[in-house]
């Protein structure tokens, strides 16, 4: 948290004295300023003053340029000089959230920031796009960089590529050396990256596409997938359930998630009783025969000892499972060395 020379609560209520009864009320409302941190609609205060939406909007314009106009207002420098000094800690431009959420946990003074925020004259606020998040500006020169450091980050990404978080902080940084050094620590990056919409981090840190489901894991099999990438190697569909519940928080029926493995053959393969690992490992769809012809097929002919050890890398079966495969002269033939090749 941020600490601040100043209490946001009695420099806004010093800002309000200014105003008439009424157009007080409406900042207040607008902004949750009172008991209720609940910011409310124009509509909902219009229909409050049984008056028109554009009214209320009116309202709260003139109210804003007339605590800028006033004594208070200058007498303030003092709150707008911290906030100013905050931000540029932060590193110039950051997301909404993130600046209220580092300033107070508390709602209802990030309510009485907001407004401070929207008063001062040294800060800008970029809504919400396609692209990015609703965030404060104190330097436009470092935010356009931010702004396009981001676009190439994101062209970059292709489906659903997973980059750990130090090796994106780091590529950033490269996008970004332009800007001055002292604002570029790893907190500094991670907050300019939590801009972007288009670019997010999954729960176990991973960065990638906002639109991948590596990153917004929307079911088991999304959930699974981390699961057994993050363990590094083949699991078992009951212990894939376990580690969804341990990792996410989410309840996961080992039933369902069997099911759920099977169904999904372009990023899952069954390697052994149960035992899953992932097409990206090199791991290939089929029965063991299937296997074993796909190995002939790239390397034939090939001696039975290195044509078992090739399949084991790829089943988690017992040695005579393979060796029965061989023995099926349909598919597969053998020379007195014991070298096997595919049939035709």
């Not at 431009?93 to 920031?113: A, M, P």
Request: hydrophobic content about 35%; glycine content about 8%.
């Amino acid at each position: 948290m941020a600490t601040l020379t100043f209490t946001p609560k009695q420099t806004t209520k010093s800002l309000l004295v200014v105003l008439p009864d009424r157009t007080k009320d409406v900042i207040v409302s607008r902004f949750g300023l009172g008991k209720d941190h609940k910011k409310k609609t124009l509509e909902s205060i219009g229909n409050t003053y049984g008056i028109t939406r554009e009214r209320v909007r009116q309202i709260e314009s003139f109210a804003l340029n007339n605590i800028k106009k006033s004594d208070a207002y200058r007498d303030a420098q003092y709150a707008f000089d911290d906030l100013a000094r905050v931000i540029g800690e932060l590193g110039g431009i950051v997301t909404e959230e993130d600046l209220l959420g580092y300033i107070s946990s508390n709602k209802t003074v990030q309510n009485h920031v907001n407004l401070l925020l929207m008063l001062g004259d040294d800060f800008e606020k970029k809504r919400e796009d396609a692209h990015f998040k609703h965030r404060w500006v104190l330097d436009e020169s470092v935010s356009q960089q931010v702004h396009r450091a981001l676009h190439d980050l994101y062209k970059n990404f292709s489906g659903d590529d997973l980059v750990v978080e130090n090796e994106i902080v780091k590529v950033f940084a490269d996008r970004l050396k332009g800007v001055d050094g002292g604002k570029k620590g790893k907190e500094t990056l991670l907050r300019w990256l939590n801009i972007s919409k288009m670019v997010r981090k999954n729960p176990l840190g991973e960065w990638g596409l906002a639109s991948s489901p590596n990153i917004k894991a929307r079911g088991a099999r999304d959930y699974a997938y981390l699961v057994i990438r993050k363990h590094g190697s083949p699991l078992h569909f009951t212990e894939v359930a376990k580690e969804i519940t341990n990792l996410f928080g989410k309840s996961a029926h080992v039933a369902t998630c069997h099911n759920e493995l099977i169904k999904d053959k372009n990023r899952f393969v069954l390697v052994g009783r149960g035992i899953y690992g992932l097409v990206e490992w090199g791991y290939t769809n089929g029965v063991v025969r299937d296997v074993i012809r796909g190995i002939l097929k790239k390397s034939s002919p090939m001696h039975r000892d290195k044509l078992v050890d090739k399949v084991l890398k790829e089943r988690y079966v017992k040695e005579n499972t393979i060796l029965v495969n061989l023995q099926n002269k349909a598919y597969f033939t053998k020379d007195k060395d014991d070298n096997y090749s595919l049939r035709g």
